[in-house]
DNA sequence: CATTAACCGAGACGGTACGTCTAGTCTTCTG
DNA sequence: CAGAAGACTAGACGTACCGTCTCGGTTAATG
């Protein structure tokens, strides 16, 4: 996962209504942002956590937060991005390394579903991703850019990895890499967002059995 | 889907504060709000949906809102509930019978679930459940309630539908029921929350497809 | 000095933007505003004074202030219009009287002018009244409504006082009672607005000794 | 009127935080900054005028206003002695040379009320007064330094020319001169202020009489 | 003649207040 | 007494300026 700083385009149009100078800008307020955005929405909750709220916590003027992003939803995004690049770096070194390949298809995926079990079961993340995606639920514009970052690249791992996965023969191949993707990870998500049971490690097991067994090449 | 009128528990505690009569509601407020409610919803979408533009547009006094419903997303959720009950009643006489049982199981699921694709894409029903997703994200009490009378519902239809295949033989005796329903439908769901690709009846063809042949019984 | 309650014209526009219904306006308010105006005016200055400091020291929300009031100025000025009408009240029974006409002019313009004096240095008075003229001298229209209802009834009590010295014989026959009455009024404000000089009784007397001897008529 | 270059006292002072070097200054900067203060004072009104829309209008950063003048009211009276000594400078040649003497105290007092009349009347002197005489009501230590540099000044001339008109007997031995000044000119000053009545010429002469009726020797 | 101090335009920063909007409560009047 | 109407306290919204603080880039006087 790559970090992706705002990138206010800085398209030369002719009616430019403002374009901050972003080489002059403070790092130590961003941070300041990104640590309180978190942190409020981990502790408030997002109807709670209010765009002046996060500049009092964080030290900084609203209109620092306004110069930069348009909402306290982008803040959140970028905020969660910053997170999720730093988890990454702290883990894996290189960021965005995909899923592990070590030929056995059952246990590499077992590993990553039971990781992100538990990454939905973690306070920490579990704030903010619920705020990014009610955010998303109610703006589309919001919602593209959201996919766009986070969802897509998200399945795209298990794409390729299930791709790999056909190329040894290890998936049928007919097998539609996009919709066993889905399969893997939507019913994972849609109990977290509504809480209809537990999510626990159990059941990503039992998730991932059913699901390879459809996968599996037949004679 | 049964039409469960708002009923805040009018028990009669000895120091209830407030307990209006219901026996002397205006039925005539309640569909005008109704009305409103999703109106306004599917037009300016959920965060531009106000309580007192709900009011306004219903004809109604802010506090006859306040006094049968503790937030706007309770309203939306009655709303949603009434619009669903007399679609039903439209449809198929007495609500809430299930999915058909013709003895083609995959007829059967194909048929319901795009039935679900239509909804999910119709603007009438779009913009009322995203709002009702959203607010369940981000509050647990009313992601419970929105739990217990819509999503459990639906998906026990689901397993009981399949209940019945497996007692015909139409799939494995060990499959899980539970999980073989949120197969077909979380990925529905996601798609059409995130939209990161189009929702159509050859993705739900598709997917059954997927999820059939991992359920099919083993020789 | 009459009280002059706002009056908003609620003139029956099509296209009215908002028209609060005044007879359901909390009076409490109003007076808490007036008091907590007209306490930070003289404790903090008028650069200082707030349309949200007013708000939070009389207990109410902002929005009560901007219901009935265009501006901080606004609100000032019907807050001094109050307190006059109080003072008013309390000395003379009657407000708006007059300059007293025991038939010796000297002796009663003395009066109103040694009055007037005591007034500016109040700094009850001082402080709003400053704040009056300043945003007097900025907005025209502000000017305007203050001049209705501040200068012109004040200047117009001396011309009525000199226009009786007159018929009196005590003035001359060809003597213009408006310029005179600038010519006893102006100075003291001119005084105590620039603060050229301190502002006292013998001040008072010996202008009034210079205008009378130009009024005096002439054999 | 002497032009009066800022010099915000650089005594040498131990711990002085500030003090830049007047010989290395702008002129250029300097002169930017007061046509475009009294440009924009006289388009858009004291209250519109803000610092940031001088710098910009000036080409100017906002920091080299703060570094030689303390306020915006500051920036404008500076400007506003420059405009005067300016016109001063195309008019008499030598600067503050007082009310001309020519024998007739009527016709020189006349001379310089209409003269004043007219200025009052001119929307090039009429802003920026304006927003100096605000500020001066508002901030007693503004009205200090006004009333030094403008105010007295300018009662002085009168003072001086009355003077000489008691030392040649055209004049009352017992009267004062200072109260005769305030009394010529206060009343123009109020009718300008608060705009009671039109100040023309015509008023000024009728303003005249008067005064100079009560001053006449007595036999 | 190069060095160097500081003024300059520019504008991001932490803040305060603006005037608007909505939440949820309270009050008044009508059917 | 339910309901329509809407004024009330409260507080967040997004904007505009405040006055301070860098940041490079010219100048000007000095060494």
């Known amino acids: 996962m790559t970090t992706e700083k705002p990138a206010q385009a800085p398209a030369p149009k002719a009616p430019a209504p403002k374009a901050p100078d972003a080489s002059r800008r403070s790092e130590r307020s961003r941070r300041a942002i990104y640590d309180a ?57 290189d960021a965005d390394s995909g899923i592990p390949d ?48 986070l969802m897509e ?23 539609d890499v996009r919709i066993a993707a889905e399969l893997l990870t939507a019913p994972l998500a849609h109990r977290w967002q509504y809480r209809t049971r537990p999510l626990t490690h159990a059941y990503a097991d039992a998730l991932l059995t059913h699901v390879l067994r459809g996968l599996s090449p037949r004679p």
Not at 53 to 74: E, F
Not at 124 to 130: A, L, M, W
């Open 37 to 93: 955005a978190l942190a409020l929405v981990t502790e408030a909750g997002y109807a709670k956590t209010t765009v002046e709220g996060i500049a009092a916590r964080a030290g900084v003027g609203k209109q620092t937060i306004y110069r930069w992003w348009p909402s306290k939803a982008a803040v959140l995004l970028d905020a969660f991005l910053d997170l999720a690049a730093q988890a990454d770096e702290a883990l894996g070194g």
């Open 102 to 149: 070590t030929g056995d298809l059952a246990a590499d995926l077992r590993y990553v579903l039971r990781a992100t079990v538990d990454e939905l079961n973690d306070p920490k993340y579990d704030g903010p991703t619920r705020a990014l995606a009610a955010e998303g639920l109610v703006s589309p514009e919001f919602a593209a850019r959201m996919t766009e970052v």
């Open 153 to 175: 690249p998200q399945l795209a791992r298990y794409e390729r990895r299930l791709e790999a996965a056909r190329e040894d023969g290890d998936i049928a191949a007919d097998a």
